[in-house]
């Protein structure tokens, strides 16, 4: 084998919710991603098979640490063993999504650079759940990604990855596309085997001051409907006042 594909797509094993939190805080303490018989499983296989490079599938972000995401990160003890168990093979790629957007993220190991590659969804995405505006202006400005090699792209998307085999003394070129509506949306080309850190990270300029900006606008958004009715308030009990003041005394 010169290359292998390995998913841990699916989930048999049940994590319960902390009590009185919202649905995305598990009970970290016993938060648990996989079963004992899929850790075996998964490290027999990554042990195992002698591939020059690794494609490993999994439904959530594993590098991503953005706040508001199901992810890796709600598993701690199990993403550090995940990350363990990589860690020990070069030339992994780790393909997943739920994210209803698409990015891709770098990590490095002791064993060279992790990359990652998150695409979703070819139906729905987070312009279809909150507002357009809204959406592109958090994930882009507001949203911390410390491994984002490129500037996310939100929209309807598909991931694609195209290996380029060279001879038998040359390690493969794999190419990492997002596809939207109008065509590829996201390209990088990885050097297997040749790249020995993880490249520049996409920088968003004067990120906190976006981010206080998000702080201000919200905050607004949250006390204009409570200043509206204060004032709806104060102008009717004025009004009560005022009725009861002068009403007509009947004869």
Not at 221 to 230: C, Q
Request: contains cysteine.
């Amino acid at each position: 084998l010169i290359h292998g594909v390995v998913s841990i797509n699916k989930q048999y094993v049940s994590a319960e919710y902390g009590p009185h939190r919202p649905r995305s805080q598990l009970n970290r303490e016993d938060a648990v991603r996989l079963g004992p018989e899929q850790w075996t499983w998964l490290e027999r296989e990554l042990k195992s098979d002698p591939a020059v490079f690794t494609i490993l599938g999994t439904g959530l972000p594993l590098l991503t640490e953005r706040g508001y995401l199901d992810k890796w990160l709600l598993y701690p003890l199990e993403r550090e063993r995940l990350l363990g168990l990589i860690s020990r093979r070069s030339n992994t790629i780790v393909i997943s999504g739920d994210s209803h957007f698409a990015e891709i993220q770098c990590s490095n190991t002791t064993r060279g650079p992790l990359f990652e590659v998150q695409s979703s969804g070819m139906t729905h995405n987070c312009l279809d759940m909150i507002p357009d505006l809204l959406c592109k202006y958090y994930i882009k400005f507001v949203s911390e990604c410390d491994g984002c090699i490129v500037e996310p792209f939100i929209d309807l998307n598909f991931g694609t990855i195209t290996v380029m085999w060279g001879s038998s003394k040359t390690a493969p070129r794999v190419v990492i596309e997002i596809r939207g509506r109008e065509g590829v949306a996201l390209h990088y080309l990885i050097d297997i085997g040749a790249e020995q850190h993880c490249p520049s990270k996409h920088h968003v300029e004067y990120q906190i001051v976006w981010q206080m900006i998000a702080v201000i606008l919200l905050t607004l958004f949250l006390l204009a409907p409570l200043y509206l009715l204060s004032i709806i308030a104060v102008s009717l009990y004025a009004r009560i006042l005022i009725y009861r003041r002068f009403k007509p005394h009947s004869e």
